[in-house]
């Protein structure tokens, strides 16, 4: 007769299911699934060939259950992801047997899984009764992780002071769970409670959960420490992630040399390495370091991921590399990772912030669901790429999306009404903005003030002004320009004295450089110099060369060519094209063409690739019938390529914009 033992024997040597299907009724024949040790031995190799649900029927022809067959089954069911059913089937564990240490940090695991924190109470209170929780250290680390995975590091406290002598485990395990719900400051602090704790060994797992606690608190000094420990005890050796949580830590405190170093002393690198230094590099203003990197990744055919993919991005982004970007594009299209909404969306920024707008909308238009994050991108780039229309029908495609923009969108598509005066959008995004509750941001109340401006409703800006009671300088600024704009110096003029007397703001750049910019709409030349004089006198600010520009226009504009060029000769800084432009521009007006080709000179000279510097002098020579010279300017612009912007003129229409031109090239 054939015994249990040798049966058992066969049941190892099992490699199909075809052996153990033969097996088994063979077993059931000869009365061997009685015997415990088999049954349990039987469940294990079930549980290698078939469905938990298979196995878990067997359990049922099973006379005698131990609590090895249940850890078999519960195994199984946690292996598969069948969370549920474990805790389904541990009430008939509990019934029929004691659990033990397995079966109860499994369960807790599934109660993790689901989000049953009750259940997890639960278990906590059997585990009480049956076995105490005091004296296993791997049993109070799985109820401090349930604990702090449902936010409740009160109760995992508890848990960790039922222990005399914590592990190293255990005391890593609160260390994670305080990260983990947003309390870096108490994770360093209970770290510290961990190296002063006898006995403890910290390990590598202590040390990253310590590292990552470091990197969101910015305390690079502790960051530094737990680097010379590691040399000191040699963990710098093997400990690959902690050398990446290094890694990681540096390059977001901005210690790229720190960064540099150990990453060239890391015996192994994997790509989680190659990203962080990357990561590190491309955001902390060393773009070409990020990308000659990359290149190095794609030489050595190391792993490339999305991550390290949105780093070189980022490099490409700030050093406006475009053929670096469009070779990353090719890349992650042979990929098939460019539909990744995040490598979409910085694709997105690659391309416009590299000025080419038409690429970024393409790479938008392929993305199948986008999201709110890659609708702000593309409207951002398309109102700084001067696409203002283009940016209003974003805007429509977000809202039918279901997204609402948030407060620079807003600031963004209210830049992009102004430029297009349409007065009806500008009414639309404003009741967007009361209706999403962004009415009480200074910047999207500065921009309603300036676009309604720009849109000719001087009303409409003066009703958003009168509503603000809290103004700071952005909102007294955005009404002096808005007064200039529509000829009204006098009273932004009026209001600028009463905001220096009867308001506790102080006039800064920017109020400045807003009633300086009123003061020359409207040839206010005497209130203009002694604005200007009252900001470096009484206010002790340094005008920078937009203020000297302001200035510069007003005195060309009300015809003091000379005193224009002497105040310029007086300007300590070198004075660039903006500055100089404006005297030419005068120049032409009043047919100046002496001090109107010095003011030429200085333009070209600065390499200048604005073509209505070149214009601007041609119709000066042309005011003096000078027709060689205006001749030679011309082809000037031509030699050099040079192309001068039409001018345009948008009507708006019930749901268009439509856009009028006489560019006669098209």
């Not at 990197?215 to 690079?220: D, F, H, I, K, R």
Request: hydrophobic fraction near 40%; aromatic fraction near 8%.
């Amino acid at each position: 007769m054939v015994t249990a033992q040798q049966l058992s024997k066969l049941l190892e040597a099992c490699k199909t299911w075809r052996c153990l299907d033969q097996l088994h009724p063979f077993a059931i024949k000869t009365g061997l699934t009685h015997d415990a040790p088999f049954a349990a031995q039987l469940i294990v190799v079930y549980s290698r060939f078939t469905t938990p649900r298979t196995t878990r029927n067997l359990l049922d022809e099973i006379p005698e259950r131990t609590v090895r067959i249940f850890n078999t089954i519960l195994k199984c069911y946690y292996r598969h992801g069948q969370h549920k059913d474990c805790l389904l089937l541990f009430p008939s564990l509990v019934s029929s047997q004691k659990p033990d240490l397995y079966s109860i940090c499994t369960s807790l695991k599934a109660c993790a899984a689901l989000g049953e924190f009750d259940y997890g109470k639960m278990i906590h209170g059997l585990v009480r009764k049956t076995h105490g929780v005091s004296g296993h250290a791997f049993l109070g680390s799985a109820l401090v992780e349930i604990y702090s995975k449902f936010g409740k590091m009160d109760d995992a406290l508890c848990v960790f002071d039922e222990f005399p002598k914590p592990d190293t485990v255990l005391w890593s395990t609160v260390v994670t769970g305080y990260l983990k719900n947003g309390g870096p400051n108490q994770a360093l602090e209970f770290f510290a409670r961990m190296v002063r704790a006898e006995g403890i060994v910290l390990d590598s797992i202590a040390l990253v959960s310590v590292v990552s606690a470091c990197a969101q608190t910015s305390e690079l000094k502790a960051g530094r420490s737990v680097h010379s420990y590691m040399i000191r005890t040699g963990l710098s050796e093997n400990g690959l992630s902690l050398l990446n949580a290094l890694l990681n830590l540096y390059g977001k405190m901005g210690s790229v040399n720190y960064a540099a170093s150990l990453f060239n002393k890391m015996p192994q690198k994997d790509f989680i390495s190659w990203g962080c230094m990357i990561s590190c590099y491309a955001h902390n203003g060393c773009s070409k370091e990020a990308l000659y990197l990359f290149d190095v990744m794609l030489e050595r055919e190391i792993k490339v991921n999305t991550a390290v993919v949105i780093s070189a991005l980022h490099a490409c982004e700030a050093s406006h590399d475009l053929n670096m970007g469009r070779r990353i594009h090719k890349l992650v299209v042979s990929k098939k990772i460019d539909l990744d909404i995040l490598v979409s969306t910085a694709l997105i920024d690659m391309y416009m912030s590299c000025c080419s707008p038409d690429e970024a909308i393409q790479v938008f238009d392929r993305i199948p669901v986008k999201d709110r994050v890659s609708f702000s991108a593309v409207l951002s780039g398309c109102v700084e790429n001067g696409r203002a229309r283009k940016a209003v029908g974003i805007l429509r495609d977000m809202l039918a999306s279901g997204f609402r923009p948030d407060f620079c969108d807003s600031v963004k598509i209210l830049k992009a009404c102004s430029e297009l005066g349409v007065f009806h959008q500008t009414s639309c995004v404003h009741g967007l903005v009361i209706r999403d509750g962004l009415f009480g941001n200074s910047f999207v109340h500065a921009s309603l003030i300036e676009s309604y401006a720009k849109c000719g409703s001087l009303e409409g800006s003066i009703a958003i002004f009168e509503q603000m009671l809290d103004r700071d300088t952005v909102i007294w600024s955005s009404m002096f320009s808005a007064y200039g704009l529509h000829g009204k110096g006098h009273e932004a003029l009026m209001l600028f004295r009463q905001m220096t007397k009867n308001s506790s703001i102080s006039p800064n750049e920017l109020t400045f450089l807003s009633i300086l910019s009123a003061c020359s709409h409207t040839g206010l030349l005497e209130e203009g110099v002694d604005i200007f004089n009252t900001m470096v006198g009484k206010y002790g600010i340094k005008p920078n060369l937009k203020h000297y520009g302001i200035l510069v226009d007003l005195l060309g504009r009300m015809g003091e060519l000379d005193k224009a060029m002497r105040f310029i000769g007086q300007i300590k800084e070198t004075v660039g094209a903006d500055v100089w432009g404006a005297l030419l521009n005068s120049c032409r007006i009043y047919g100046n063409s002496e001090i109107g080709k010095i003011a030429a000179e200085k333009v070209f000279d600065l390499n200048t690739c604005d073509a209505g510097h070149y214009i601007l002098l041609s119709n000066i020579y042309a005011y003096e019938e000078n027709w060689y010279e205006v001749a030679r300017v011309r082809n000037l612009v031509r030699e050099k390529e040079l192309k001068r912007l039409s001018g345009q003129s948008f009507i708006e229409t019930r749901h268009e914009i439509c856009a009028v031109t006489n560019d006669r090239s098209r």
